[in-house]
């Protein structure tokens, strides 16, 4: 499988390509032309899903372990996390709601047509002598004020689903970064928060924004 930076916008969708084509994989729902792949939908969908939180780990994982990968793999690892872990830390609750959809302007820049992608930043931030972190992959405050949030909530349920915390063991794994075991730690503690119950395990909650809200009673009758 190759993969193609160029497209690094939210979604991860699997499209059926030509064997022939270098990109097997695209971020977005409709690639250009030249990299064309059979997609259901025309445009960008905008919708970032908890389970799209497995593949930071497995970027990291590719990045760490396959020969001559581009250094984009472990930069789009790290920023994907970080957008995972954006949803837990804005939330009361320290978890993570299952879908948001992104706020998505892109400038109409007359020297570029795809002005607003992480590629163009990131060519921008190579140009200017790349000093630091790339965009896209520096830290970011928690905002607990959600008129000020990039993304707008779209399913506020929260399924106890692993894949951020599974992504952040690798991310650890891999770079020895601790700041990802760090993160990890600070979702295990929101679960036992939110999410124990007494004698019985865990359970999935309606609202990933009303700390001490309801569970979800998902036991067979």
């Not at 389970?51 to 497995?58: E, Q």
Request: proline content about 9%; hydrophobic content about 35%.
């Amino acid at each position: 499988m190759s993969f193609s930076p160029d497209f690094l916008i939210y979604r991860p969708s699997f499209c059926k390509c030509d064997t022939r084509s270098p990109h097997l994989y695209h971020t977005d729902t409709q690639p250009p032309l030249r990299h064309r792949c059979l997609c259901k939908h025309k445009f960008p969908s905008h919708s970032f899903e908890h389970l799209t939180c497995f593949f930071p780990g497995v970027l990291a994982l590719g990045a760490a372990t396959l020969p001559d990968v581009p250094r984009t793999h472990l930069w789009a690892a790290r920023g994907l996390a970080q957008t995972c872990w954006t949803l837990y830390a804005d939330s009361p609750t320290g978890l993570s709601p299952d879908g948001v959809m992104m706020h998505h302007e892109f400038a109409a820049a007359d020297e570029s047509p795809w002005d607003g992608l992480w590629a163009t930043h990131l060519t921008r931030w190579e140009s200017n002598d790349a000093h630091g972190d790339p965009p896209g992959v520096r830290p970011v405050e928690p905002v607990s004020n959600s008129t000020a949030w990039d993304y707008t909530p779209r399913s506020q349920v929260y399924l106890l689903r692993p894949e951020t915390v599974e992504s952040f063991y690798l991310l650890w794994r891999t770079t020895g970064d601790v700041v990802w075991r760090e993160r990890g730690w600070s979702v295990f503690r929101a679960l036992l928060n939110e999410t124990r119950v007494e004698g019985s395990g865990f359970a999935s909650i309606h609202n990933a924004y009303h700390v001490g809200g309801e569970k979800i009673n998902e036991m067979p009758r």
